[in-house]
């Protein structure tokens, strides 16, 4: 009896026996091998199909890690390729033999040799892209089903037959602060969610957005010759409805607003006037709006988050736009290769920078 081992990045074992392996042909050991091959990765696909069939009908966090556990089947949740390596490193080795022995075999040969095995090399490598996919779909519906997220939908607080485009078109106009790129400023990801902040429902939106700028670089100082250079970069942020139209301002990062927040505000408080500008509309409008408590919820946010904060001095709605990833998440489960991992992820899979923002907003907010 005898065993042949074949170790990939996962680890993954698998025992190939035969009494009369050593005295068999080649070709066996091929046909052995393709079986096997053929056996796991229907299991694999198999897999697949539950997954899919699991995050479609979970109605809860809970209800989708208890279809993970138990499997009561095969957990693997990789493909195995070592056949399709094995004949590519074939390949490769008939191919460089070729070129040393061309004096004594004729190229063409070790040349069409090569290019079958390596061409059969290619048919009998499967993927990992179902997997990438069902996992990733399993990852969003995990956040759906534990934050009430909704991506790519609007908040129900707005008109239902409303085009997205045109929507976040109009709310950009509204907030003067997309308009970083030279080339392109584009809210690329969006999720509607619902907020209370113990007395009234808040409808939110949040969302990514990219911008591009355009840099010109001078490649050689002895002439004329430049290249443009595109920077990309994304800044995260929400929009809040059914806010109150205060007409305020407030930012860490810049010293100045645009119109018509253009009258700037003092606090009492030395230390947060130095992390802290604060504009609005009029001064009697931010002295009867920015009293002590709101001053020190909104030093709270900031000193978690940076960037920018408008309450719309007409439209009852409230945005913010900064630097933190409000979309990222994290888990203790780094790499997933069975059911069981894939499972201790989901259960781990966090949002900490969106569960701040919420906590910190909700604060300002009531």
């Not at 100082?221 to 007409?247: T, V």
Request: with cysteine; hydrophobic share 40%; glycine share 4%.
């Amino acid at each position: 009896m005898v065993f042949i081992s074949f170790n990939l990045k996962d680890n993954l074992e698998i025992a190939l026996y035969d009494n009369e392996l050593i005295t068999s042909m080649p070709i066996d050991t091929v046909q052995e091998a393709i079986h096997i091959r053929r056996k796991k990765n229907t299991q694999v696909f198999r897999n697949i199909a539950r997954l899919w069939d699991a995050g479609q009908k979970s109605h809860s966090a809970q209800d989708l890690l208890d279809a993970l556990h138990p499997w009561r089947e095969d957990h693997n949740l990789h493909f195995f390729n070592v056949l399709p390596y094995l004949l590519a490193i074939c390949s490769i080795t008939i191919l460089a033999f070729g070129y040393f022995l061309h004096p004594h075999i004729q190229y063409i040969w070790s040349f069409l040799g090569a290019f079958l095995t390596g061409f059969l090399a290619y048919l009998l490598y499967q993927s990992q892209e179902p997997l990438t996919q069902v996992i990733r779909y399993l990852e969003q519906r995990m956040v759906i089903l534990r934050y009430g997220l909704q991506f790519q939908q609007l908040p129900v607080y707005l008109p239902i037959h409303a085009q997205p485009v045109l929507v976040l078109s109009k709310l950009k106009q509204y907030f003067p602060l997309f308009n970083r790129g030279t080339e392109s400023n584009e809210i690329t990801q969006f999720a509607s969610a619902t907020w209370n902040d113990g007395v009234t429902d808040h409808q939110v939106l949040l969302f990514q957005y990219h911008y591009v700028n355009e840099i010109p670089i001078i490649q050689d100082q002895n002439s004329d010759k430049k290249i443009i250079k595109e920077i990309h970069k994304d800044l995260w942020g929400a929009f809040i409805f059914q806010m109150p139209a205060l007409g305020i301002a407030v930012s860490n990062q810049r010293s100045r607003f645009f119109a018509p927040y253009l009258t700037e505000w003092q606090s009492t408080d030395i230390l947060i006037n130095q992390k802290l500008n604060i504009f609005g509309t009029a001064q009697h409008q931010l002295a009867k709006e920015v009293s002590p408590s709101v001053t020190l919820k909104l030093n709270d946010f900031f000193q978690h988050f940076k960037g920018d904060l408008i309450y719309h001095h007409e439209e009852q709605i409230l945005c913010y736009l900064g630097e933190q990833n409000l979309f990222q998440t994290t888990s203790k489960q780094s790499e997933i290769h069975d059911v069981s991992a894939l499972r201790g992820h989901l259960r781990t899979m966090t949002m900490p920078q969106y569960e701040k923002f919420q906590q910190l907003m909700l604060n300002l907010i009531k």
